[in-house]
């Protein structure tokens, strides 16, 4: 018998946002983990807000926000608020209720930079880390090192002769002090955006460089960094991540790219007591690690892993729509970069317990 068509509206509901979520629903246990996480910045959050005035939007909602935006691939802040006005799943995850006023999207613009001066994201991120430590997640010795490329929100013409005199020959951040464009040029949108191609076949494009160090056990984002593109500031970057992690952890094995291959880098790890597993040169470039090391089972093991860091590089581009920023300067790619390797690791944590 063919139903008919009851085109009245209900004006009640008698199931929960909770209970229209399935059981088995992967944001479950993404959600459990976030909260947990949350719950230990109770104390931050109190000190980012006045007592006095009217109540705000808590932060926590804030971050689960923009935790749903990375990890459902919404593309501003607009749509992901006209996305919570109907959408009961992200309703649910957020924390509000059926009947819940929406905020404003300018409410992320107006709290970014509280969360910003408050470091919301770096701290978030720590927790989550030491949330996977305490999974036994995580390990304690092997660890990848590596960065990728992230699009200015720039135009190319905005790239522009700097106000000043030109630099003296010899005085510029060239080799052997040569004066580069990036010396007598620079953004008018982004300022710390720089000219750069990843290889000889591919164009310039405005760029900055985000760096990681991931665990080699599941592949897990344990620290961030964004800085200017360039070679040499992709290793410094690398030894000031690893000389932080050998505060809490205590790292043997660093994995590299055959960019790292460099005295800067494979130094500073010998002085820290890290083995620097880097790729040997095909040319006539001296080798400066042991020669014997290529001939070790770690090593191999530890190459094989060192491509997992890549699986979080495609993530951050594809679903979190980060292969372009939505922001200009590095502290603010450094603060969404950071919030997103967050998501990244409640993702994989979830997925790894759901196996488990």
């Not at 660890?143 to 700097?162: C, H, M, N, R």
């Amino acid at each position: 018998m063919r139903g008919d068509e009851q085109c009245q509206e209900e004006m009640f509901s008698y199931r929960s946002l909770s209970q229209r979520v399935p059981l088995d629903h992967p944001l479950r246990r993404v959600r459990a983990m976030a909260d947990e996480v949350m719950g230990s910045l109770e104390t931050r959050f109190e000190g980012m807000y006045s007592r006095m005035g009217r109540p705000s939007v808590p932060p926590e909602q804030l971050l689960r926000a923009l935790l749903l935006q990375m990890l459902y691939s919404v593309r501003s802040e607009r749509m992901l608020v006209e996305q919570l006005e109907y959408n009961l799943l992200f309703r649910w995850f957020v924390g509000l209720g059926m009947n819940d006023r929406v905020w404003d999207a300018t409410s992320f613009t107006k709290n970014r930079e509280r969360l910003l001066s408050g470091e919301v994201a770096q701290v978030f991120f720590s927790a989550v880390v030491a949330s996977a430590r305490q999974l036994r997640m995580l390990s304690d010795e092997h660890f990848t090192v590596d960065g990728t490329l992230i699009e200015a929100w720039a135009s190319e013409k905005s790239y522009q002769p700097k106000a000043g005199p030109r630099p003296p020959k010899g005085k510029g951040s060239g080799h052997g002090g040569s004066v580069l464009k990036s010396d007598t040029h620079e953004s008018k949108t982004d300022p710390e955006a720089r000219l750069y191609r990843k290889g000889m076949g591919m164009g310039y494009r405005l760029r900055h460089m985000a760096h990681v160090v991931s665990e080699n056990e599941h592949g897990l984002v344990v620290a961030t960094e964004v800085t200017t593109c360039s070679p040499a500031q992709e290793r410094v970057a690398a030894v000031r991540m690893m000389r932080r992690l050998k505060q809490t952890m205590k790292p043997k094995i660093v994995a590299a790219d055959k960019g790292y291959h460099e005295q800067d880098f494979v130094g500073a790890m010998r002085q820290m007591g890290v083995e620097a597993h880097v790729p040997r040169y095909r040319c006539k470039r001296p080798c400066l690690v042991d020669p014997a090391l290529y001939e070790q089972p770690e090593y191999a093991v530890s190459q094989k892993k060192r491509k997992w860091v890549e699986r979080f590089f495609a993530w951050l581009k594809t679903t979190a729509n980060l292969s372009k920023t939505r922001h200009r300067g590095h502290r603010k790619l450094h603060w969404n970069f950071t919030l997103a390797a967050a998501a990244y690791n409640l993702v994989r944590m979830a997925n790894l317990t759901a196996v488990s």
